[in-house]
């Protein structure tokens, strides 16, 4: 691609950042009609993230986990609202998939170096690199809206979490199968070393 025709590109984008993301790409799969339904109410409910806490010391526990990984994602996301909204919205979709968020923050550093317009080479758009197709699968059909912040991080946690059914809790294989690559080392071994620097360890 042209140097002009990829500022074209990052204009028609609204100005995003142009990643040529790692994303193999998720393989379109028949899905059984009880599955595809799981995964379609697992995406449809668009409401905005809300944690509820069922302690005060819970609760604390969040924002002190929230104070500390905006400071280490700082370098990548400079803006204080946007970082804060990104992390409330990853830790949100991560729990609510049963993931753990340091291992979705992990996956969107290697996917797209958290850059919300990363396309990558087979058309995996967003944060979490999530394949056109799904939007048609189990979303509305408009695989413009992986674009949109929540919207790309349900998908993708939802993805992951379904793969991770499939292969039967086995995180490696499921990694594997995410991006496109099932049963290689390279993709499971970068985001397992990338999730390290989002691992968060509470004082006492």
Request: proline share 5%.
């Amino acid at each position: 691609m042209s140097l002009r025709r990829r500022a074209l590109l990052v204009s028609a984008l609204g100005g995003a950042a142009w990643s040529d993301a790692r994303a193999g790409g998720q393989v379109e799969e028949p899905l059984a009609d009880a599955v595809r339904g799981a995964l379609a109410a697992s995406i449809a409910n668009s409401a905005p993230p809300k944690p509820n806490f069922a302690s005060t010391d819970a609760r604390l526990a969040y924002l002190r986990w929230l104070g500390e990984l905006s400071t280490r994602l700082k370098k990548r996301k400079a803006d204080h609202v946007t970082r804060v909204e990104f992390l409330e919205t990853a830790w949100y979709e991560s729990k609510r998939a049963g993931l753990e968020p340091s291992l979705v923050l992990g996956l969107v550093q290697v996917e797209s170096a958290f850059r919300k317009y990363a396309v990558s080479p087979v058309g995996a758009r967003g944060y979490m690199q999530v394949m056109p197709f799904w939007a048609r699968l189990i979303g509305d059909g408009d695989a413009s809206r992986l674009f949109h912040m929540q919207t790309n991080l349900r998908f993708g946690c939802v993805i992951l979490r379904h793969y991770l059914d499939r292969e039967s809790g086995d995180l490696y294989m499921a990694l594997g199968r995410y991006n496109g690559s099932r049963g290689r080392p390279e993709y499971p071994n970068a985001v397992f070393a990338a999730r390290k620097n989002w691992e968060y360890q509470p004082t006492a």
